[in-house]
């Protein structure tokens, strides 16, 4: 997971201002070619009461990917010096939902249609639920800013946001 936290002179309202607009103006035309080779076909953006979420998306995910969509999270809270603090966050998401609820019907499909025994049969889904988790975790330590360019495409779309409004930005925390 990256995290990084930007001190924005202007107020709170003017930031989340700045993201609702750049984020309601996505075109497909604007995804740099390096990303469409890479398989991403889309930005998909969402406005909170906080902040920004946007994701990356794929055409398929699979391990090397995180197992789903790399995702920014942009949460602006007021700062001590009267401007805000912007902290990004950009990770994979753990689709704990998805993963939990095929899990449970491959230990209900083994142990009702299978007939195997329901200790070796809940073993296995929770060997599965591990793997499942350790490929995130791991896939999210594994990224930076420097050699991700999905992550540092990401960050420089909220900063090209704050930029596009005339807001100076300064990095608190790398």
Known sequence: MVCLALHVAAPP?????????????????????VLRRMGIVGVTAAMSETGLTLKLDRQSYGPGD???????????????????????????????????SAIALATLFLVTVGQFPAIP?????????????????????????ASHFEVDYLIRYVEDALARSNIDVAVLEP
């Open 13 to 33: 309202n003017a930031v989340l201002a700045a993201l609702r607009k750049r984020g309601g103006e996505w075109r497909e035309s604007r995804l740099p070619e």
């Open 66 to 100: 995180g197992m789903g969509p790399l995702s920014l999270r942009a949460t602006v809270s007021p700062g001590g010096s009267g401007g805000t603090t912007l902290l990004l966050r950009v990770r994979y998401p753990w689709p704990w939902p998805v993963v939990l």
């Open 121 to 145: 049969s809940v073993a296995f889904a929770s060997a599965l639920f591990g793997l499942n988790y350790m490929i995130v975790r791991n896939a999210n330590r594994s990224l930076n800013r």
